[in-house]
Structures are given as C-alpha cells and as structure tokens.
C-alpha cells in the first residue's frame, strides 16, 4: 500500500503538534509494510501513484482544496479540529477580535488565512478558497473524504455539531514516541521540583495567563517553545510578565524534551484549546503531574488523572497548580498511555481504517 501524507505549506519551517503527529505516524506506518510520502499543499502530487491520499489539518482547508479536487484515488482526513473561537470572541485584540465579535468564526478563519498571505506570504494554494469562502470549503472536503480520523470521539462530535456533515470515521489516538519517552526510569516525586510548559509561545497557549498565576510564589517556572510568527508581540509581553521565577527555552527536539520532563513535578498547559495535547502525554508517561485545560477533548484522554484549569481564571490556573504540586502521582496514566496511546498503535488503527476505505471504496 503506498500513501500520500499532504499537510499545510508550513508544517516543517513553524512546527505544531501536526508535525509530530503527522511525521510520527508515518514512520510507525512504514514499520508495518505501509509506504509513505510526505507532501506540503504547495507541491506537486502524481496522484495516480498512490492508493490513498492521506490529509491533515481541516481548519486549512485552502492547503488542501486543490488535492482534493484533483485527487483520483480515495481520501481520507485527520481532521486535528481546534476551535478557539472563544479566545478571539471574547479577548482577541485587532481586527479578529472585532471580526470575532461582530462575526462568525468561519468568516474570521477566513480572514486569518488571507492575513497570513498579506502579512508572512503564506501561499493560499487552491484559489477556490477564495469564492467558497471557509465553511463550504470545510464542508466539501468532509463530504469529499472516505473516511475521517480524528483524535477522539469528542473531536468527530464538535465536528458534525458545528458543519452538520457526517461522514464515516474511525479515531486514531494522539500518541508518544515509546522509544524515547516509554522506556525511562521515572524519577519518585520528591526528586522533582518546578514547573514546566511545553509548546509553541502564542495567545492561544495562554502562558501570560501562567505567568501571572505564579507571580510572587514559590513556584519556578521554565516554558519550553518557539513564538509563533504572527504571535511576536504576545511572546514579549510574556517576557515582560516574567519575574525571576520564570526562564525562557528556545524549542526543543523531542529527545531533548527527556531530561526536561523528567526533572518538572507538574506539566501545565492551560490552552484555550486542546484536541490532546501531545506534550501532556508526553510529560504524564515520565511522571510529571499535569494541569491542562478543561477546553476541548482532554478529559477523554486524561479523565480523572490530570487537574484542569479554566483558562480564563488565573485563579483557576493557581488552584490547579496548587492541588497538583501536593498530590501524589498516580501510576494509572503511564500505564494508560503506553498501553493505549503509542504510535505504533495509532499506526495499527490507521492502516486498519486504510484497509476499511479501500475495501469500502471497491466494494459495490
């Protein structure tokens, strides 16, 4: 079986959780006899070569327009749905904060994308885009795909609540790398000491709100990321915000992510938004405890064994802090997460959901 991956333009030059998603599966899937190509938007495709076509991202959709009309072989969709309409509804500055609360999100999305173009020269690739406008475009490529894979359950729920199209799906679960993260000696809690935030520095993350939880605490705070292009300004109001207690890191690589983990007591991540949140499982299966937002899927992953936060409270976040630090850790989450979420695993269920398309597609 040989497969075309094809995520947005800039998956490698401002990396996401969609990068590790995206190049992770895809080595695990070459592990069990799947061949697999990796493509950007901006490319070129001999879509005849492949059996399926294999695409990331659905709040992109002007990366992926082009592909799918063209496509001759079946597609199939790791929708990756973050919304964070209530961010630029209710706090967002500019001119998407008053698109967002004078607007639909849809509308706002597509006024992003045609910043992006103006502001970073980011390509939009399929000029359909631009007269589909940004809901009919995700509503065409849900109906143009043979199978969808989102994370979770609740991922797939918000998707037809919000679009109304359903589609068949199978979830494919968000997962660590074992050979790094899965094979360590974890470190007992007294050992530990600290805070730690892994991820891309951007309003969305909410690390100012962080920042502000611990201000005038004990606590030391170390956050591990790379600014995000259009989110410059917010990444030096953090800095500015930053009292000693807190160190900037630039980002990482994933095996330099090791030693980090391993020495914080608690992983916090109090997004406005989150699908999973790969640095939470990473950061859960080497013994960190973990505050995450109560936004989006987390609590289909992490259930009763993470402290959530409301990301707009800096209360909230500071409650959630406190009540972490203290409690003990509890081993059900490791084994939780190596037994169910791994990337050999989510490798299996994708070519499983290969396998059910190819044989759905043929059937007659």
């Not at 030059?13 to 493509?39: C, F, M, N, Y």
């Not at 901006?42 to 294999?54: K, N």
């Not at 909230?316 to 084994?335: C, G, M, T, V």
């Amino acid at each position: 079986m040989k497969v075309a991956f094809l995520s947005r333009s800039t998956l490698f030059s401002s990396p996401g959780g969609d990068t590790i998603q995206l190049e992770q599966t895809a080595a695990s899937l070459r592990k069990i006899g799947v061949s697999v190509d990796i493509r950007l938007a901006h490319e070129q495709l001999q879509y005849a070569a492949y059996d399926l076509i294999h695409f990331f991202n659905i709040i992109r959709p002007a990366d992926l327009l082009r592909h799918a009309r063209k496509a001759s072989c079946p597609i199939v969709l790791s929708t990756i749905f973050v919304d964070y309409s209530e961010y630029d509804k209710n706090y967002r500055k500019g001119m998407v904060g008053w698109l967002s609360r004078t607007t639909n999100r849809d509308t706002v999305e597509f006024v992003k994308a045609i910043a992006r173009r103006i502001k970073n020269g980011e390509p939009i690739n399929s000029r359909s885009y631009l007269w589909r406008g940004h809901r009919n475009s995700i509503r065409y490529l849900l109906n143009r795909s043979a199978c969808l894979l989102p994370n979770s359950h609740s991922e797939y729920q918000r998707l037809v609540r919000d679009y109304g199209v359903e589609r068949p799906y199978r979830v494919i679960p968000n997962a660590i790398d074992t050979d790094r993260f899965g094979q360590t000696a974890i470190p007992t809690p007294s050992d530990r000491k600290g805070l730690l935030a892994v991820g891309r520095i951007e309003q969305y993350k909410n690390q100012l709100a962080l920042i502000q939880a611990i201000r005038n605490s004990d606590y030391s705070l170390t956050i591990v990321g790379k600014p995000a292009a259009n989110h410059l300004d917010y990444y030096e109001e953090c800095q500015r915000a930053a009292g000693e207690n807190v160190a900037f890191v630039p980002h990482l690589p994933q095996e330099e992510l090791v030693a980090w983990y391993l020495k914080a007591r608690v992983h916090v991540v109090p997004s406005w938004f989150e699908t999973t949140g790969l640095s939470n499982l990473e950061a859960g299966v080497l013994g960190c405890q973990l505050v995450i937002t109560d936004r989006g899927d987390t609590t289909e992953y992490f259930q009763e064994d993470a402290f959530y936060c409301e990301p707009d409270s800096v209360a909230s976040i500071r409650a959630a802090i406190d009540q972490a630090y203290r409690a003990p850790f509890s081993e059900n989450l490791r084994e939780r997460i190596l037994n169910e979420y791994t990337w050999d695993r989510a490798a299996s269920k994708t070519k499983e959901a290969y396998e059910w398309t190819l044989n759905h597609i043929k059937a007659p």
